[in-house]
C-alpha cells in the first residue's frame, strides 16, 4: 500500500489508470525507467515491481523524494529517488522507458511556493511541465524507447501530441477513462467555466494517456 508522507499528494484516478496501463502499454521488464514529477512514488515502485532493471526517480519537492524512498523501502524494491528537474534528467538520460504524471491542472496563476499545489497546479493552459517534457522527449529516450504521459482532457490533448510529434516521436492515445471531478477541479470548476474551457454544470474530465515512442 502506498503511503503519502503529510504535503504529498496521494495517488488519484490518474496515477490508478497509468499503473493498468503500463504493462500493456510499455513493458518496464528489464528497462531503465524514469519517472518524472514522482510523488509518492508510485509509478517508481509499480515499473520497479514489473521487473525494470533501473528505476531514477525525480521531485522538485524533498518531502515527495523522501516519501517515494520510505514505499520503495516499505515495499521492498529499489528506486533512485532525487530532488531535482527536467534538466536533471536529460544529463542522466537516455531512458528505454520514461513515465510522467505531471502537473496538468490549469490555474488562474502560475504556481509558486512550496506545497501540495505544485502537485497539480500547471499554468493557465495547463502545461507548464507538459510542454517541456514533450520537447524533450527523444533526448530523453534510447532508439526505440517509449514514453507514456498522462493528463487531463482540460490541459490539451491535441496539443501534447502535435509537440511529441514534432520532437520526432511517434505518438498514440493507449487509454481514455472519465472521472467525476475531485476536489481539486471542484474548486477550480466556476473558473474554469469562466474561461470557456468547461460547459457549464459539467463535473466530469476525460484522463488520457498518450505514448510516444523514438524510432
Known amino acids: 500500500m502506498i503511503r503519502a508522507h503529510p504535503g504529498v499528494y496521494a495517488p488519484q484516478d490518474d496515477s490508478r489508470l497509468m499503473c493498468d496501463v503500463m504493462p500493456v502499454a510499455a513493458s518496464p521488464l528489464d528497462a531503465r525507467v524514469l519517472d518524472l514529477c514522482t510523488g509518492t512514488g508510485v509509478l517508481a515502485l509499480e515499473a520497479a515491481c514489473l521487473g525494470a532493471r533501473e528505476v531514477l526517480a525525480y521531485d522538485l519537492d524533498s518531502r515527495a523524494v523522501a516519501c517515494a524512498l520510505d514505499n520503495a523501502d516499505r515495499i521492498g524494491v529499489t528506486v533512485d529517488a532525487r530532488q531535482g528537474t527536467l534538466e536533471d534528467a536529460l544529463l ?8 510522467s504524471n505531471p502537473p496538468y491542472v490549469p490555474s488562474p ?3 509558486t511556493g512550496r506545497g501540495v499545489h505544485r502537485a497539480w497546479d500547471a499554468g493557465s493552459d495547463g502545461r507548464i511541465v507538459l510542454d517541456p517534457l514533450c520537447d524533450n522527449a527523444s533526448d530523453l529516450l534510447v532508439p526505440g524507447g517509449t514514453m507514456l504521459i498522462v493528463q487531463s482532457e482540460f490541459a490539451g490533448e491535441a496539443r501534447t501530441v502535435e509537440r511529441l510529434r514534432r520532437s520526432g516521436t511517434t505518438v498514440d492515445v493507449v487509454a481514455r477513462r ?7 477541479m471542484h474548486a477550480r470548476a466556476e473558473w474554469l467555466e469562466s474561461t470557456g474551457a468547461l460547459q457549464p454544470g459539467r463535473r466530469s474530465e476525460e484522463l488520457v494517456v498518450i505514448r510516444a515512442r523514438r524510432p
Open 109 to 111: 496563476a502560475a504556481p
Open 92 to 99: 542522466a538520460a537516455p531512458f528505454d522507458l520514461v513515465v
Open 178 to 184: 472519465r472521472i467525476a471531478f475531485g476536489p481539486v
